[in-house]
């Protein structure tokens, strides 16, 4: 707006509209004069994401499907909690981390989102949802990497978080990495978000079987960066470990995580595996989980079982796949 010769509070005002859940023409913006709305509408400044589809599961959960102006799809989860919801946000369309045993993977990686393409998942799931349904929480925790998205993700917590922006508060966003070293130290000195790291397993040995990730950061540098990570008081680190039966889920892996662990403010949240076509793992037994949880409690670790919402639309954890590609 400066570069028009205007003030740069009417920047600010602009910027306030742009994000503004049903904001969609420019003459809505009644303080802006006529020419100016005219003068912006024939800038073609509005790039609002695209709904392909909404599902909505037995449980509540919803999953958005966006079409990218390139024709890729990605996908956002809306998850309702008992007093609030979560929306379960993605960072690329596909991923080029290649982990094992999720189907997110299997699409390659295609592109990195831009600022806009994430913050937008917000504003757009606001604009297709009930006020009282309005997301509280945002986890980066959908497609893609957000940590090899870093510099469109930073911009999209300035959106997200700004007060003329989606107003979301720093502390109820996590952002969670399967193990970018770097730019775990960075995230950590440029934002005050919360941390989930993916770890999965608790020595390199069973790690690199099924996280080619680790192949470039082994364990031991991730948790180090998980140590020199500044956590708030009021905060604690999440580790989330998925139960893999007869590859990470015994006894003496949990004991190994724990040791691991040691010394960090940890919260670690057990996940089922949740299947998807042509991934070559099963689900740990009931008795296994059960057992896993009871090793780390007895270590004195807050350990939960995340329970898996809207598997019947696969939108779990691991299940995000852009099926519906604009033919
Ligand atoms: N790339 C980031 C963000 C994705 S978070 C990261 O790896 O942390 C999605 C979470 O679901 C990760 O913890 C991932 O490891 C887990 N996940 C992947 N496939 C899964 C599956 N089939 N079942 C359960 N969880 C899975």
Redesign the pocket.
């Known amino acids: 707006m400066v570069e028009r010769g205007m003030p740069s509070f009417r920047g600010r005002q602009l910027f306030k509209w742009l994000w503004r859940p049903g904001f969609n023409d420019f003459e809505q913006a009644t303080d802006f004069s006529k020419p100016l709305r005219r003068e912006l509408a024939n800038s073609g400044a509005l790039l609002p994401l695209e709904s392909a589809a909404v599902q909505v599961s037995s449980d509540g959960t919803r999953k958005f499907a966006w079409r990218l102006k390139d024709n890729d799809v990605v996908e956002t989860v809306l998850i309702p909690e008992k007093d609030h919801t979560t929306l379960c946000m993605s960072v690329q369309a596909g991923?080029a981390?290649g982990?094992r045993?999720?189907?997110?993977a299997r699409m390659g990686f295609r592109r990195n989102l831009e600022p806009h393409e994430i913050a937008g998942q917000a504003l757009g799931v606001m604009e297709l949802t009930d006020r009282d349904m309005w997301p509280r929480n945002i986890v980066?925790?959908?497609?893609?990497?957000?940590l090899a998205n870093y510099s469109s993700l930073i911009s999209a917590l300035d959106i997200l978080t700004d007060d003329l922006g989606l107003n979301f508060s720093l502390r109820r966003i996590t952002v969670?990495?399967?193990g970018v070293v770097p730019e775990m130290l960075r995230l950590g000195r440029d934002t005050d978000v919360g941390l989930?790291?993916?770890l999965?397993a608790p020595d390199d040995e069973t790690r690199n079987r099924i996280m080619p990730v680790n192949r470039r950061w082994n364990v031991q540098e991730l948790i180090q960066a998980c140590r020199d990570y500044p956590v708030s008081k009021r905060r604690r680190i999440t580790f989330?470990y998925?139960l893999l039966k007869d590859i990470n889920d015994s006894v003496e892996h949990a004991r190994r995580l724990g040791k691991l662990l040691r010394g960090i403010p940890a919260k670690i949240n057990l996940?089922?595996?949740?299947?998807?076509p042509g991934?070559p793992?099963d689900r740990s037994s009931d008795e296994a989980m059960e057992r896993f949880q009871q090793v780390l409690k007895a270590m004195n670790y807050t350990a939960v079982m995340r329970k898996?919402k809207g598997r019947d639309i696969s939108a779990?954890?691991?299940?995000l796949y852009a099926e519906c590609k604009a033919g």
């Open positions: 991923c981390m982990c045993f999720c189907h997110t980066f925790m959908g497609m893609g990497e957000p969670s990495t399967c989930a790291v993916s999965h989330e998925l996940i089922p595996f949740n299947e998807s991934i793992f898996s779990a954890c691991g299940q």
